[in-house]
C-alpha cells in the first residue's frame, strides 16, 4: 500500500494507523508532491496520494477512478498569489498578460475566480500563456489560453517582463521588485474567507477505487489519523485553515468547482455529492463516517 503525503506529520500518522489496521504501507516521498498527481490520477502509482482540489474535480468529470478521503493537507489564502512587478494592479488584467504554470493549477483557478467575481473582470480579455498541460489526461486548455514555448520557465518570464502578471503560489521568486496585483492582499483574503465562511482549500487527499476495495479498513484508519492531526492544531480562528469531513471540505469544494466550470477547467458541472457518493460506497461506509 502506497502512500504519497507532502507533510511528515501526516504522512507518520496515516502510516501507523495503517499498519495498525493490518496493511503493509510505505511511503512514497515525491517533491514537490504534485508531481506524484499524473501517475496516481491516470495510472493508479500510488494507494493514497495528496492532491490539488481541482484535480480532484477533473479526475471525476474525466471519468477517472479517483476517490476523495476528506482531509486537507494544505490550506491557505490565495489573494496574494497574483503577482506584478510595476504599479499595475487587478484592475489593469484586462488587455494585459498573465502567466501560471498550468490552467488547472489550483491557485490559479481560484485568483482568477476571485478576479472574476470580486473584481467584474471578463478572464477573456487578459491575455493568458501557461507552461505546462494538466495532470488529468484528456483534459486541455481552453482555445483561448496560448501555452509557451518549450523550454520557457513562468519565473523568467515574469522576472524579466514577457508577462505583465504572474500567478504563483510556492514557486514564487524571491525579488524585492513583486509586490502583489491585489492591495492588501492578506487582509483582503482573510476578510474573503470570514465572508464565505471558509479557506480556499489547495491539496486534499484521494485514493484509488482499487485501493478502496482492497484496503478499507486501512484507509479509514489513516483518515481518522490525519483528522486528529489537523484537529489538535486548530487555532479556533474565523474558519478552520485544515477542514476535515465531507460537510468541512464542502464549500470549498462547491465554490472551486463553480469556478472550474466557469474557467473551462473541467467539461461539465461537479455535483459534490458524486465525490461524496462515490467514496462512500467504495469504502463501504455512511456519510456520518467520514464527517457528513
Given at each position: 500500500?502506497?502512500?504519497?503525503?507532502?507533510?511528515?506529520?501526516?504522512?507518520?500518522?496515516?502510516?501507523?494507523?495503517?499498519?495498525?489496521?493490518?496493511?503493509?504501507?510505505?511511503?512514497?516521498?515525491?517533491?514537490?508532491?504534485?508531481?506524484?498527481?499524473?501517475?496516481?490520477?491516470?495510472?493508479?502509482?500510488?494507494?493514497?496520494?495528496?492532491?490539488?482540489?481541482?484535480?480532484?474535480?477533473?479526475?471525476?468529470a474525466y471519468g477517472?477512478?479517483?476517490?476523495?478521503?476528506?482531509?486537507?493537507?494544505?490550506?491557505?489564502?490565495?489573494?496574494?498569489?497574483?503577482?506584478?512587478?510595476?504599479?499595475?494592479?487587478?484592475?489593469?488584467?484586462?488587455?494585459?498578460?498573465?502567466?501560471?504554470?498550468?490552467?488547472?493549477?489550483?491557485?490559479?483557478?481560484?485568483?482568477?475566480?476571485?478576479?472574476?467575481?470580486?473584481?467584474?473582470?471578463?478572464?477573456?480579455?487578459?491575455d493568458w500563456t501557461?507552461?505546462?498541460?494538466?495532470?488529468?489526461?484528456?483534459?486541455?486548455?481552453?482555445?483561448?489560453?496560448?501555452?509557451?514555448?518549450?523550454?520557457?520557465?513562468?519565473?523568467?518570464?515574469?522576472?524579466?517582463?514577457?508577462?505583465?502578471?504572474?500567478?504563483?503560489?510556492?514557486?514564487?521568486?524571491?525579488?524585492?521588485?513583486?509586490?502583489?496585483?491585489?492591495?492588501?492582499?492578506?487582509?483582503?483574503?482573510?476578510?474573503?474567507?470570514?465572508?464565505?465562511?471558509?479557506?480556499?482549500?489547495?491539496?486534499?487527499?484521494?485514493?484509488?477505487?482499487?485501493?478502496?476495495?482492497?484496503?478499507?479498513?486501512?484507509?479509514?484508519?489513516?483518515?481518522?489519523?490525519?483528522?486528529?492531526?489537523?484537529?489538535?492544531?486548530?487555532?479556533?480562528?474565523?474558519?478552520?485553515?485544515?477542514?476535515?469531513?465531507?460537510?468541512?471540505?464542502?464549500?470549498?469544494?462547491?465554490?472551486?468547482?463553480?469556478?472550474?466550470?466557469?474557467?473551462?477547467?473541467?467539461?461539465?458541472?461537479?455535483?459534490?455529492?458524486?465525490?461524496?457518493?462515490?467514496?462512500?460506497?467504495?469504502?463501504?461506509?455512511t456519510r456520518s463516517?467520514?464527517?457528513?
Amino acid at each position: 500500500m502506497k502512500l504519497v503525503l507532502g507533510r511528515d506529520d501526516l504522512a507518520a500518522a496515516a502510516l501507523s494507523a495503517a499498519r495498525a489496521a493490518g496493511a503493509q504501507p510505505e511511503r512514497v516521498e515525491i517533491k514537490p508532491v504534485h508531481k506524484a498527481s499524473r501517475g496516481f490520477v491516470n495510472g493508479s502509482d500510488a494507494d493514497l496520494c495528496e492532491l490539488a482540489i481541482v484535480t480532484v474535480l477533473q479526475a471525476l468529470a474525466y471519468g477517472k477512478p479517483v476517490l476523495l478521503l476528506p482531509v486537507t493537507t494544505l490550506g491557505r489564502h490565495q489573494h496574494q498569489t497574483m503577482v506584478t512587478l510595476g504599479r499595475l494592479s487587478v484592475a489593469d488584467v484586462e488587455g494585459r498578460s498573465v502567466g501560471v504554470r498550468a490552467w488547472s493549477q489550483t491557485t490559479g483557478v481560484w485568483m482568477r475566480g476571485f478576479l472574476t467575481e470580486q473584481y467584474g473582470l471578463d478572464l477573456r480579455k487578459a491575455d493568458w500563456t501557461t507552461y505546462e498541460g494538466h495532470h488529468v489526461d484528456g483534459a486541455e486548455d481552453p482555445s483561448w489560453v496560448k501555452r509557451a514555448p518549450q523550454g520557457a520557465k513562468l519565473q523568467a518570464d515574469f522576472l524579466e517582463g514577457r508577462v505583465d502578471f504572474g500567478i504563483m503560489g510556492n514557486e514564487l521568486p524571491a525579488d524585492d521588485r513583486i509586490r502583489t496585483a491585489v492591495d492588501h492582499a492578506h487582509e483582503v483574503a482573510e476578510q474573503w474567507s470570514k465572508d464565505q465562511g471558509f479557506i480556499p482549500v489547495n491539496h486534499v487527499v484521494g485514493v484509488s477505487e482499487a485501493a478502496a476495495a482492497e484496503h478499507p479498513a486501512a484507509l479509514l484508519a489513516a483518515y481518522d489519523a490525519m483528522r486528529s492531526v489537523l484537529t489538535a492544531q486548530e487555532q479556533g480562528g474565523p474558519v478552520a485553515l485544515h477542514p476535515v469531513g465531507f460537510e468541512g471540505l464542502r464549500p470549498a469544494f462547491t465554490k472551486a468547482a463553480a469556478y472550474a466550470l466557469e474557467q473551462d477547467v473541467i467539461p461539465r458541472a461537479v455535483d459534490y455529492d458524486e465525490l461524496v457518493e462515490r467514496s462512500c460506497a467504495a469504502l463501504g461506509v455512511t456519510r456520518s463516517r467520514l464527517g457528513g
